[in-house]
């Protein structure tokens, strides 16, 4: 079955302490992204990557990380978590050539609590 | 930079009838995507259905139909022969074809279907 996977669903940590949320895709996309949802805000776009080790900045990167070192997987890392990365991710990826119908499609989303 | 508008933060329809979601964008490119996707309570992003700048025919994905006009810069969602199961919230997005491809959200309708 088609589908982008993500790891942990949910998560509570602590101010400061490192964590990384997984994305995995298994279409073969080489379009991968991270957004962030947030009441009254709606969805943001964290990073993006268009291919393998190539990633950029969305529109709120500060306090992320990612790293594209397969095709397959695009992970989400909080170096140093804080209160105001409470929030519920995604990650979604897409086909990049073919024209303009590439669905971004989305894993189930990770909601993140940051005490 | 583009914009999405979505007007009706909550809509209600009786099961079995129509009912049609607005959206408005508005962009200085010629080619974008257009895509509607629902979230249901449970969190997940789910697509729904796609347009593009350069359609001539408004898009149809089975019981859902988008009415492009692209002069009036609208691309509403209509929902035929609604079930309970359609009651969530619905996002209106566009995507830029070029540069970061990035999704950008309406704040979205929450649908609650009656029976």
């Known amino acids: 079955e088609a589908q982008v996977t993500q790891n942990p669903r949910y998560l509570i940590t602590v101010t400061g302490k490192k964590l990384t949320v997984t994305c995995s895709q298994n279409?073969?996309?080489?379009?991968m992204s991270w957004y962030r949802q947030d009441p009254g805000l709606g969805l943001r776009q964290i990073y993006y990557s268009m291919n393998v080790e190539v990633t950029d900045k969305g529109d709120v990167p500060e306090g992320y990380k990612v790293s594209r070192k397969e095709k397959r997987n695009f992970p989400l890392i909080l170096e140093s978590p804080s209160p105001n990365q409470t929030s519920l991710y995604f990650c979604?990826?897409?086909?990049?050539?073919?024209?303009?119908?590439?669905?971004?499609?989305f894993g189930a989303g990770t909601r993140l609590s940051v005490l | 930079a583009q914009k999405i508008t979505q007007t009706q933060p909550g809509m209600f329809v009786q099961e079995k009838e129509a009912v049609t979601l607005d959206c408005t964008y508005d962009?200085?490119?010629?080619?974008?995507?257009l895509f509607w996707y629902k979230q249901p309570s449970s969190g997940e992003m789910i697509f729904l259905i796609y347009?593009?700048?350069?359609?001539?025919q408004n898009a149809t994905e089975g019981r859902y139909s988008l009415n492009f006009q692209k002069a009036r810069k609208s691309a509403n969602l209509v929902i035929s022969a609604s079930q309970l199961g359609d009651s969530a919230m619905y996002f209106c997005?566009?995507?830029?074809?070029?540069?970061?491809?990035?999704?950008?959200f309406g704040s979205g309708t929450r649908l609650q279907v009656q029976p």
């Open positions: 279409m073969n996309h080489e379009y």
């Open positions: 962009t200085s490119d010629q080619s974008y995507g």
């Open positions: 347009q593009g700048s350069y359609d001539e």
């Open positions: 997005a566009m995507r830029e074809d070029t540069g970061r491809r990035a999704l950008t």
């Open positions: 979604a990826s897409s086909l990049l050539a073919g024209g303009g119908k590439n669905i971004q499609y």
